[in-house]
């Protein structure tokens, strides 16, 4: 089963608009932790913003806000006013407890693309 | 914030020969790094993690003779690919995970990445 499910393979939307991008993700963790990253066409994964588990507000990183629900295990990404700059690639990710091996990698979604269009 | 490079950004081999690329954490120090694989229009998938001075944590599906790591430092870490095969053509990422005591917060810190044709 997928760790990680984003439902959107890409969307489009206009400039200025605020945008949601869904993600919803499965762990039977109680500490983990949950990304997002912008990947533009030159391929640079660009941090975003971060979401403990056991945060209790959502994240927020100028433009960007993390809608965090936990009960539906969902982490959904808000980014307000788009801005042309803003199309790319976005990968929803989540690192669970370092239990030994290589368990502390991110795991990634499948990724949503973005465009925003004038 | 903290810097990740890797070398080379590109890189064309034919098909039976090595390539060894490299990740640098430039402004800090690094005791675990890790090598993801990103093929075209898919996500990035966890091949394997590196810790210094230590044998590499390879993920489930990874061969572990065919790509190589080492952890020589606190800075770099090398991914050597064996025997390269058309297949293995892929966008190679490294990401260095930066440990920030007290509290105990780490994060990764992904390098620009490697893309890898095999001909």
């Known amino acids: 089963a997928q760790k990680i499910t984003q439902t959107q393979p890409g969307m489009f939307v206009q400039e200025k608009e605020a945008v949601t991008l869904d993600c919803t993700y499965d762990t039977s963790d109680q500490s983990y932790g949950l990304f997002w990253y912008k990947q533009p066409s030159s391929g640079e994964m660009i941090f975003l913003i971060y979401?403990?588990?056991?945060?209790?507000q959502n994240a927020t990183e100028g433009r960007y806000s993390l809608n965090f629900q936990k009960a539906r295990k969902s982490a959904n990404l808000v980014i307000s006013a788009s801005q042309l700059g803003d199309s790319a690639m976005y990968f929803c990710a989540m690192r669970e407890p370092y239990s030994g091996g290589g368990a502390d990698g991110l795991t990634f979604g499948k990724g949503t693309h973005l465009i925003i269009q004038p | 914030g903290a810097v990740v490079s890797q070398h080379p950004s590109w890189v064309i081999c034919k098909s039976g020969t090595s390539v060894k690329i490299e990740c640098r954490s430039l402004?800090?120090?690094?005791?675990?790094m890790f090598w993801y694989r990103q093929f075209p229009k898919q996500s990035l998938m966890l091949m394997a993690t590196s810790n210094e001075g230590s044998k590499a944590t390879y993920e489930q599906g990874v061969e572990k003779d065919k790509f190589l790591i080492n952890h020589a430092s606190l800075t770099l870490s090398t991914l050597t690919v064996t025997s390269a095969h058309p297949e293995d053509s892929s966008f190679y990422i490294c990401?260095?995970?930066?440990?920030?005591?007290?509290?105990?917060?780490?994060?990764?810190?992904f390098g620009p990445g490697t893309r890898l044709t095999v001909t």
């Open positions: 979401q403990g588990s056991y945060d209790e």
């Open positions: 402004d800090f120090q690094a005791t675990t």
């Open positions: 990401s260095a995970r930066r440990f920030d005591p007290p509290d105990g917060s780490y994060e990764q810190y």
